[in-house]
């Protein structure tokens, strides 16, 4: 269909491919959990079908089921917020928490901090909201703070809109991952505070740690800035859509009213709660930590081995690595080869607000299993000498 009026809004905002799914294709494209690691919840969804009938085939309560809000509110607690049931808002995954934040406070022309390179599909959300993206580089420690505050002093000399939101990865950030020190998330907050803008934490990764100790959430600094965002993609099946937002009762109640959806699906809430407190989900991370930690082994031997000219920090957790490659290589330009010999990959372009360096890429090591991830990085080297 052609000349249909889509909203200008909407412009920037790619279309959303199918997965390529062609025979003998590896793929580092997306963050997909391991499908060799999804659990199997063929008992609980049929307890959560039968024995919960009157609760799961029901609407539920537009802010999720009270019992699986406290049990997320416990999980926080145990990390230091002092998050009460109450603060607790069920969404349809992190995304749908990120597209409430933006429904809620901002309206078309506000500014949002974001980081460069920063999560696509966030970048998508905030541009169908039609405001202004303000990107602030990131190092080893996370944003770079004092590039924000040179940003933001000129702003306000100018007379330009003070953003709104600051919408940051602390914890093995989408695409680098980097993960903020506490010296630099003190002064992210603290900056936060100064100009009055509100933070936004997007924090799936954190359990995914497989070396070193976890920082304090920028929530738990400081509980009054900051709406957090929680997620079970990432530790259980990203299939089930079921993620948090953690926030003040008052921001709960009011995203609550703005969710199109009717509430979150209570089938999959029900599902969720009974195999938490039936003491599985503890162990399920546990051993899908371990499991990521080799596919990230198996990448990071395979790279050296077969793309020595990659330079590339090894991550401590999370499910990606960013690579950097000579200058003359244009990622873009790479993944049509790489394609062509069985492998993809998220050119770098993708992560960039406005155009950025062409020789960057992200490589997600969570859905190949360590095998493919040998067999894909030697295809990906492969590649990389074709289009020299
Ligand atoms: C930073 C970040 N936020 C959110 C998500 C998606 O979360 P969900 O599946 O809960 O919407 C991802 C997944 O890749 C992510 O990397």
């Known amino acids: 269909m052609t000349g249909l009026p889509f909203a200008r809004r909407t412009h920037g905002v790619g279309p959303s491919m199918p997965r390529p799914e062609h025979g003998g294709l590896i793929s580092f494209e997306d963050g997909y959990a391991y499908p060799g690691g999804l659990p199997d919840l063929g008992d609980i969804a049929a307890t959560a079908a039968r024995a919960f009938r009157p609760e799961t085939l029901q609407y539920a309560p537009r802010v999720g089921l009270p019992e699986l809000r406290e049990w997320i509110a416990s999980y926080l607690r145990a990390e230091g917020t002092q998050v009460t049931g109450e603060s607790v808002l069920i969404v349809n995954g992190a995304k749908q928490g990120i597209d409430l934040a933006c429904k809620l406070f901002l309206d078309p022309g506000d500014a949002v901090v974001v980081t460069r390179p920063n999560y696509h599909s966030a970048l998508n959300i905030f541009r169908g909201w039609d405001v202004e993206l303000v990107e602030v580089g990131l190092d080893d420690e996370g944003l770079d703070v004092a590039e924000l505050e040179t940003r933001l002093h000129a702003r306000a000399k100018g007379g330009q809109r003070t953003p709104k939101l600051l919408y940051v990865v ?17 002064a992210i907050l603290h900056l936060a505070e100064r100009y009055g803008i509100l933070i936004v934490e997007d924090d799936p990764y954190r359990r995914i740690r497989f070396e ?32 948090w937002v953690a ?34 989900f503890e162990p399920h991370v546990r051993q899908m930590t371990e499991t990521y930690a080799r596919h990230r082994d198996a990448m990071t031997t395979a790279l050296r081995a077969e793309v020595p000219e990659a330079i590339f920090a090894t991550p401590s957790g999370g499910y990606y690595l960013w690579l950097r490659l000579p200058e003359v290589v244009d990622s873009d330009r790479l993944l049509d080869d790489a394609k062509r ?20 890429l992200r490589l997600a090591y969570s859905y190949a299993s360590p095998d493919d991830i040998t067999e894909g990085v030697r295809r990906l080297g492969e590649a990389l000498r074709a289009s020299a």
């Open 212 to 243: 070193g100790a976890a920082v304090p959430p920028l929530q738990v600094l400081d509980p009054t800035r900051v709406i957090g965002l929680g997620t079970f993609s990432k530790l259980l099946a990203p299939g089930l859509r079921i993620g």
């Open 341 to 360: 010999l069985g492998v993809d990959f998220l050119p770098g372009s993708r992560f960039y607000a406005t155009p950025g360096p062409k020789n960057v």
């Open 170 to 186: 602390p914890e093995f950030h989408n695409p680098t991952g980097v993960t903020t020190s506490r010296r630099r998330r003190e």
């Open 247 to 280: 926030a003040a009762p008052d921001v709960v109640r009011r995203m609550a009213a703005l969710k199109a959806d009717g509430g979150s699906c209570p089938l999959t809430q029900r599902m969720i709660l009974e195999y938490c407190r039936a003491g599985r």
